[in-house]
């Protein structure tokens, strides 16, 4: 039973490599997706920006025609200030010159505005496009080595996982079993070490009669009562402190 249990911490060490290659390349992916999730806000964010500087440089075309429109008005009517004789006439045309100018005054306000407000959103979407390219650069770095790594992982899979059915030819069919429905409950741990009477995975004491006979090296299995883990007794305390960290 001693050789059982030796084969089956050997085959959760290979469950354990396995799992870690499988993080790996599932994390990679995420990374991956994240990156794309946040091009694609970066796009919609400059599609958005785009739109609105569009308006705005409609909106300046009309005024800096607006504008024109009024200066030429107040320059004709400057021009027919000279030739007025008529008292009557001259203040009338006076009149709508200053009301031209006013008018000319508030459309160079608001162009003003307008210009500083465009400058403003073309900063944001150089900015934003500069974030873009970035993110983009990033996504297709790590998209390349996703598909670099690729092989390498299934391979590294492949190769884990028949080192483990070597190993479990030796191990009976309904303790391989037991084994791995443990491993599945607790977060891919199914045998732990204890310490000073202590389930290293649950972290909860053991039975002292339990405790003896794992430190005499029973035959038996012995599991934990709490976690259902199967406990063995390790000999080595830095590796049992290592192991003190697992979750529960």
Known sequence: MENQLS???????????????????REATADAEKLSAEVKKYEDGLEVLRGELAELENAKL????????????VKRNEERLKNIKNDKEFK?????????????????????????????????????????????????TKKTSIEENHEKWEKGIKEKKEEKMTIAKAVPPSLLKKYET????????????????????????IPPQAYIQLQKGSPDLIFCPHCHRILYWNTTPKASEQEKGQPA
Not at 102 to 107: G, V, W
């Open 7 to 25: 084969l089956l911490k050997k085959i959760q060490d290979i469950d354990i490599q396995i799992s870690l290659i499988e993080q790996e390349g």
């Open 62 to 73: 009309s005024l800096e025609s607006a504008l024109a429109e009024y200066t030429e008005r």
């Open 92 to 140: 009338a045309a006076t009149k709508e010159m200053n009301a031209a100018k006013k008018e000319k005054l508030t459309k160079e306000g608001e162009l003003n505005k307008l210009n500083e407000k465009i400058s403003g959103i073309k900063g944001t979407e150089k900015e934003k496009e500069d974030n873009l390219n970035k993110k983009k650069t990033e996504l297709e």
């Open 182 to 205: 443990i491993r599945e409950k607790r977060q891919g741990i199914a045998i732990i070490s204890v310490a000073g009477g202590t389930c290293l995975g649950c972290h909860m004491n």
